[in-house]
T-cell receptor, first 115, second 110 residues
Framework: NAGVTQTPKFRVLKTGQSMTLLCAQD?????MYWYRQDPGMGLRLIHY???????AKGEVPDGYNVSRLKKQNFLLGLESAAPSQTSVYFCASSYLGGFRYRELFFGEGSRLTVL | DAKTTQPPSMDCAEGRAANLPCNHS???????VYWYRQIHSQGPQYIIH???NNETNEMASLIITEDRKSSTLILPHATLRDTAVYYC???????????FGTGTRLTVIP
């Protein structure tokens, strides 16, 4: 039981390049989330998904796109990377959402540097 | 949106109880209080949650005031491995975002 797995763990991009971060969970969770964390700051929600085939914007969605074609996978894409997107990205999943108790399970993070 | 206020840092002697306070004065009646922690640069880890009553599990205890405007996370016997950033969280309006603030950096001192 791997939980939440993120790939890649580290990546260096040049400004304008594109890339995709993959998040996979094996807990059959309905909800999945992408957060970013900048130095000295808390986590900020980029996008989330409440089920296969659905996505929604979070606090800081600009410059990112997401897809949830399979229940177990949540992809985060950067079409044209900018230095401001240098950050650590965390994926999370939860069984429930909404105004109900939920426990988020996080991956180990993906450290992205944009030069 | 209900937001939280936590002290930026605290120290605790190893073996003693660590009491981490949190203010959430604008919390709504159906919003849970959650506590997570983040050790070094790892992904955050769930600790405990509560709605109205005090809660206890194998990791910690959560004390919520009667008016629900504040809470305290208690680590009964802090160890060096408890050194981490602790986040007190309530759900934001819309209920699909757990708002992580900057948390409290707890340092357990030998």
């Amino acid at each position: 039981n791997a939980g939440v797995t993120q790939t890649p763990k580290f990546r260096v991009l040049k400004t304008g390049q594109s890339m995709t971060l993959l998040c996979a969970q094996d807990m059959n969770h309905e909800y999945m989330y992408w957060y970013r964390q900048d130095p000295g700051m808390g986590l900020r929600l980029i996008h989330y998904s409440v089920g296969e085939g659905t996505t929604a914007k979070g606090e800081v969605p600009d410059g990112y796109n997401v897809s949830r074609l399979k229940k177990q996978n949540f992809l985060l894409g950067l079409e044209s990377a900018a230095p401001s997107q240098t950050s650590v990205y965390f994926c999370a999943s939860s069984y429930l959402g909404g105004f109900r108790y939920r426990e988020l399970f996080f991956g180990e993070g993906s450290r992205l540097t944009v030069l | 949106d209900a937001k939280t206020t936590q002290p930026p840092s605290m120290d605790c002697a190893e073996g003693r109880a660590a009491n981490l306070p949190c203010n959430h004065s604008t919390i709504s009646g159906n919003e849970y209080v959650y506590w997570y922690r983040q050790i070094h640069s790892q992904g955050p880890q769930y600790i405990i949650h509560g709605l109205k009553n005090n809660e206890t599990n194998e990791m910690a205890s959560l004390i919520i005031t009667e008016d629900r405007k504040s809470s305290t996370l208690i680590l009964p016997h802090a160890t060096l491995r408890d050194t981490a950033v602790y986040y007190c969280i309530v759900e934001s309006t819309g209920a699909n975002n757990l708002f992580f603030g900057t948390g409290t950096r707890l340092t357990v001192i030998p």
